[in-house]
Every structure is written in C-alpha cells, then in structure tokens.
C-alpha cells in the first residue's frame, strides 16, 4: 500500500481531541452534543479488560449513521499484541469513522503492522492511522516511525505525556522542563512528514488556569490541538487553539493580495510594507480552511444528526 499523506488531512482542526470511554452509554451519547473537534471513542486505558467486548459493540452502534456529524471520529484500540487488539481493528476498519489511534508505537514497523492489519480487514483507504507515542523507544525511533507514512496510512502522532512521565520516572511540573525534548522532537518529526500532531493531556480538570497555560504552551510550540479527558476542557483548548481574529484579517489580506492580476504569478509581493512569499500564502489559504472547518463543527454541535 502506498499512501503518501495529502495535504487535505492538515486542514481539519484538532484544537480539542476528547477522550470519550467506550464503556460509558452516557458519555457516548453526550459527546453527540459537545463542540470538541476529535472524539477518540476509547477500548483502551478507559475501559476495563471484562468491558473490552461490550465497549466495542457499543462504540460500533454508536458511529452508526455519521451520528457525530461534522466531528472526527477515532476509535483508540488496544494494541496488536492484546487479546482484543485484532478483534477492536477489524470492527474500526468497517465501522466508517476518520480513523484509528494505535497505542503503544515503538517503531516504523508497528505502524505497517497495524497498516497492514487494517488493509487485510478490508478498511477504506481513507480510514487514517494514528500514532501514540508515549514509550522512551517511540521518541528514540520518531523519525522513523513518521516516516512509515510514506507507504502507509498513518496521518497523525498523538503524545501520551502521563505515560512517558511513568516511563521516565519525571517529575511533571507546570513548565513540563521533563518533556520539552519528547514532545519537541515528536513535533519536528510530525511536520517533516506532514502529520497532525496533537499534545498530551491535563490531569487537572478543575485547573482552568493551568490547562489554558498548558495549551497556550503546546500552541506556542507547534501543536495542532491538545487531547482531553474531561469535557469541561473543551471550551479552553478551543479557545487558545483557534486563529485570532487579527490571524484570520491577515490570512484573508494574503490571499487577496496574491489574487490580484498583477500579483498572480508572483513568488514574492509586498504587502503592508513587507514582504510575502507563497508559502505565506499556503499558511494563510490553511489558517482559513480550518476556520471555515471550525464553524462547521459548531454548527454541527449545535444540530447533531
């Protein structure tokens, strides 16, 4: 299979990547209603090994019918090497959601394995494949496990920090300091193979303050959105992660600019009294695509299906 990622797959916004236990009817049901951009419907550290298979059956029942609307919609298996790791791929591959977080990558080779999994289960070349790094070896092998994108579906790293701190013995701290080389190294690889690349969760859930430092920081270092465990998180990793209303008046001003006759076949043009290159250009046309995605999510939560 070769499948190189599209350039299409970074115009979704991630902002809010909400964990949803798939165990939990109430909770499956509500995240119908919740403005999170991603919903990760969970068989793995949320659900309890006697749950496993009822979990399943009703994460299956509920993507029924792109219920979700205008939302993504993954479903994080357990891993290959479990007991329920084949039987949760085979149900995601024909279940028509966006795609499939795998835990537990440690290597280029486990994100074919599970590529390969999914292709024999039959699913659609458009169900995409996440990545979560959250091992010492995933961030000693994240260039080559971002580079398995080239022949495979993956299309996304997402950071599991409360397993990394586990693994490193680290004490976490407000600034992350023990996590700055991880989540830093996992965002150079994500953008050098055009992956979305989305930031480890808050445990605080009353911590408002702190979850809006922490998203602000993610923000700043290049992250697409945050993953979150509690829907009261959703309205802050939206905020910090949205385009500013300056962002998108100058976004706009780019693009109309280089859509003037003169400047049409232009590399370079000055705007404003500075210089603007294309590929300022393909940031303002993806600041704007995801914009427009971003009211569509709304309108969506506003009127699920």
């Not at 236990?21 to 999170?36: F, H, I, T, V």
């Not at 979990?55 to 939302?71: D, K």
Request: with cysteine; aromatic share 4%.
């Amino acid at each position: 299979m070769s499948r190189r990622i599209d350039k299409p797959l970074l115009l979704r916004p991630r902002r809010s990547c909400l964990y949803v236990p798939g165990a939990n009817a109430r909770a499956l049901d509500k995240a119908k209603s919740l403005p999170a951009d991603a919903l990760i419907l969970d068989l793995e550290d949320a659900v309890a090994p006697e749950a496993k298979a009822d979990a399943r059956e009703a994460i299956l029942n509920a993507v029924g019918g792109r219920a979700y609307g205008a939302r993504e919609v993954v479903i994080r298996a357990n891993g290959l090497e479990t007991e329920w790791g084949r039987d949760d791929l085979e149900m995601a591959a024909s279940a028509g959601v966006d795609g499939v977080l795998v835990p537990k990558v440690r290597s280029g080779d486990d994100v074919r394995a599970a590529d390969q999994f999914l292709s024999d289960a039959g699913a659609s070349s458009d169900l995409a494949l996440w990545a979560m790094i959250e091992t010492p070896l995933a961030i000693l092998n994240i260039h080559e496990i971002a580079a398995a994108s080239a022949d495979t579906r993956l299309a996304g790293l997402v950071m599991g920090t409360n397993d990394l701190a586990r693994e490193y013995d680290a004490v976490p701290t407000p600034d992350r300091h023990a996590f700055m080389y991880s989540l830093s190294a996992a965002l150079v690889a994500a953008r050098a193979y055009r992956l979305a690349a989305i930031d480890g969760v808050y445990n605080d859930i009353n911590n408002d303050t702190g979850l809006s430092a922490e998203c602000e920081q993610g923000r700043v270092l290049g992250f697409d959105g945050k993953t979150l465990i509690h829907p009261a998180q959703i309205e802050t990793a939206n905020r910090v992660f949205s385009p500013s209303d300056t962002e998108l008046s100058q976004a706009k001003m780019v693009i109309e600019a280089f859509a003037l006759p003169a400047n049409r076949d232009k590399g370079v043009i000055s705007l404003n009294g500075q210089m603007v290159e294309r590929l300022h250009l393909e940031q303002a046309e993806r600041l704007v695509a995801i914009n427009d995605t971003i009211r569509q999510i709304e309108a969506s939560s506003r009127s699920p299906r």
